[in-house]
C-alpha cells in the first residue's frame, strides 16, 4: 500500500509542477539566442505573436554567429541556429531540425544569368519553366542543381 501512495504523490506533484510550467507562460522572461539570418528574417515575427499571446513575458534576445550562439547556450532558453551546431554543445543540449531554408534568385527573363549556364549548372529554358509551373514556382527564378541552401 505504501507504494502506491508514493507513486500517486509522485503523480501528484508532476501534476502541479506541469501546472506551474503552463503557468509560468503568463509571466516572466524568455532569452533567445538567434544567429544572423533566423535573427533578422524570422525572429521579428515571431515575437510579435509571442509579444501578443503572453504580454507579461519579458523578451531578451542575442544575435550573433553560430559560435556565438552556441557559447550562450548557458544563458539563453532557446537558440535559432542556421546551419551545423558542431559537436561542442552542453551535455543537456536537445537539437531539433525546425525548417528548411531555401534559397532561390529571382530575375528578369532577359536577365543575362535567366539564360542559364552562367551560374553554377543552372536550368533554363522551357523544359525548366514546365518543371517550375509543376513545382508551383514562378517563372523567371534559377536554382543551381549543385548548390546547397546552405
Same mark, same amino acid.
Given at each position: 500500500?505504501?507504494?502506491?501512495?508514493?507513486?500517486?504523490?509522485?503523480?501528484?506533484?508532476?501534476?502541479?509542477?506541469?501546472?506551474?510550467?503552463?503557468?509560468?507562460?503568463?509571466?516572466?522572461?524568455?532569452?533567445?539566442?538567434?544567429?544572423?539570418?533566423?535573427? !533578422?528574417?524570422?525572429?521579428?515575427?515571431?515575437?510579435?505573436?509571442?509579444?501578443?499571446?503572453?504580454?507579461?513575458?519579458?523578451?531578451?534576445?542575442?544575435?550573433?554567429?553560430?559560435?556565438?550562439?552556441?557559447?550562450?547556450?548557458?544563458?539563453?532558453?532557446?537558440?535559432?541556429?542556421?546551419?551545423?551546431?558542431?559537436?561542442?554543445?552542453?551535455?543537456?543540449?536537445?537539437?531539433?531540425?525546425?525548417?528548411?531554408?531555401?534559397?532561390?534568385?529571382?530575375?528578369?527573363?532577359?536577365?543575362?544569368?535567366?539564360?542559364?549556364?552562367?551560374?553554377?549548372?543552372?536550368? !533554363?529554358?522551357?523544359?525548366?519553366?514546365?518543371?517550375?509551373?509543376?513545382?508551383?514556382?514562378?517563372?523567371?527564378?534559377?536554382?543551381?542543381? !549543385?548548390?546547397? !541552401?546552405?
Amino acid at each position: 500500500m505504501a507504494q502506491y501512495a508514493a507513486r500517486l504523490r509522485d503523480t501528484w506533484r508532476q501534476a502541479h509542477a506541469y501546472r506551474d510550467a503552463l503557468r509560468g507562460l503568463e509571466h516572466g522572461t524568455l532569452r533567445i539566442g538567434a544567429t544572423t539570418t533566423p535573427a !533578422s528574417y524570422l525572429l521579428p515575427y515571431l515575437l510579435a505573436d509571442f509579444h501578443r499571446r503572453y504580454p507579461e513575458v519579458t523578451l531578451h534576445t542575442v544575435d550573433g554567429n553560430t559560435t556565438d550562439i552556441v557559447g550562450a547556450l548557458g544563458y539563453v532558453d532557446i537558440a535559432l541556429i542556421e546551419g551545423p551546431v558542431g559537436t561542442d554543445l552542453p551535455p543537456d543540449t536537445a537539437v531539433h531540425a525546425w525548417r528548411d531554408d531555401e534559397i532561390v534568385a529571382i530575375m528578369p527573363r532577359s536577365h543575362r544569368l535567366a539564360g542559364g549556364g552562367g551560374v553554377g549548372g543552372a536550368e !533554363s529554358g522551357a523544359g525548366k519553366e514546365a518543371k517550375d509551373a509543376k513545382a508551383g514556382r514562378p517563372p523567371g527564378w534559377i536554382w543551381p542543381r !549543385s548548390a546547397p !541552401s546552405r
